[in-house]
């Protein structure tokens, strides 16, 4: 999930080459490196930098937007973190320039700025900008243009008890079949917004659970898979909107896909995610009780 901190666009990037089939399976990993990576997988999530400090998301108009805890501000800020005015964001087409007020220790990178124009997440190397607990950043999601605003200090933080997990199963550890796309495949993917954005696709997974034939289109990460899925327990024990799973790299045509580390997507922690939904063809309807539950 981990591209996802900087939305739709940046999790999907490069293109597969092409695999051919193993003559010999892979070497299936321990099951104790699962629960080790859920640990990590949680300690990430409450970090200051994980989902759970993300506090507000607001969507700029064309002009001038202001900035602060004032109760008017476009981008409104906590009261206990930030003075009523802190500046001015002025947005022309998707250019957002940076307009700081005097005296207020605002950084942009670490450092005092001056009239600047912002780079948005998209361009994978944001600017951020820093006041006391809080961070922010402008975000681009199709035709929109926001900030992001996360808080140290954020009430999902506070309160946070923990995740839910199903217990670790070897069954839902499967060797599957990885099909690379030539040519490459493009496949529309929406977002929780509406938006919608044509993605490259790796190619897909082919499995079996319960003795059904399973397929689901992977988009390429961080050198392996990604997978948006959405199967039966939707709903009824795990996220209603889908989950998300991360491979390693394919190797001679064929992939482990380890459900019990299948995980929500950051819409579950937090109202100000931007999240992608399963494309049709990967909304499965064979049940997979594995891996983390609905967190409310």
């Avoid at 007020?101 to 001056?114: C, D, F, M, Q, R």
């Avoid at 009824?236 to 459900?259: H, Q």
Wanted: with cysteine.
């Amino acid at each position: 999930m981990k591209k996802y901190q900087l939305g739709l666009v940046a999790c999907f990037m490069l293109l597969t080459p092409l695999f051919l089939f193993a003559q010999q399976p892979q070497q299936s990993p321990p099951l104790d490196e699962t629960a080790k990576w859920r640990e990590a997988y949680e300690t990430r999530l409450k970090s200051d930098t994980g989902w759970l400090t993300v506090s507000g998301l607001f969507w700029l108009h064309p002009g001038e937007n202001t900035l602060g805890s004032a109760a008017e501000s476009v981008v409104q800020l906590p009261a206990e973190a930030a003075p009523a005015q802190v500046g001015t964001l002025r947005l022309e087409g998707k250019k957002v320039t940076l307009l700081p007020k005097e005296s207020v220790s605002l950084k942009v990178n670490g450092k005092a700025p001056a009239e600047m124009e912002l780079h948005a997440d998209i361009t994978g190397k944001p600017d951020v900008l820093t006041l006391g607990s809080l961070t922010f950043f402008v975000i681009e999601r199709g035709e929109r243009v926001g900030v992001r605003l996360k808080d140290l200090n954020s009430k999902a933080r506070r309160e946070f008890k923990g995740l839910h997990w199903y217990p670790v199963q070897p069954n839902f550890r499967l060797e599957a079949k990885f099909v690379p796309y030539n040519p490459p495949k493009t496949v529309p993917i929406t977002n929780v917004l509406g938006d919608v954005s044509d993605e490259k696709v790796a190619g897909y997974v082919e499995f079996k659970i319960k003795g059904k034939t399973c397929r689901l289109d992977a988009l390429e990460e961080d050198g392996g898979l990604f997978l948006i899925f959405r199967d039966s327990t939707a709903g009824k024990g795990t996220y209603p909107a889908g989950r998300f799973l991360n491979t390693e790299a394919p190797k001679d045509g064929k992939v482990w896909l380890d459900f019990n580390r299948a995980h929500n997507p950051p819409c579950a922690y937090t109202e100000f995610a931007t999240c992608p939904l399963p494309p049709a063809q990967n909304r499965l309807k064979v049940a997979i009780p594995a891996g983390e539950k609905s967190t409310h």
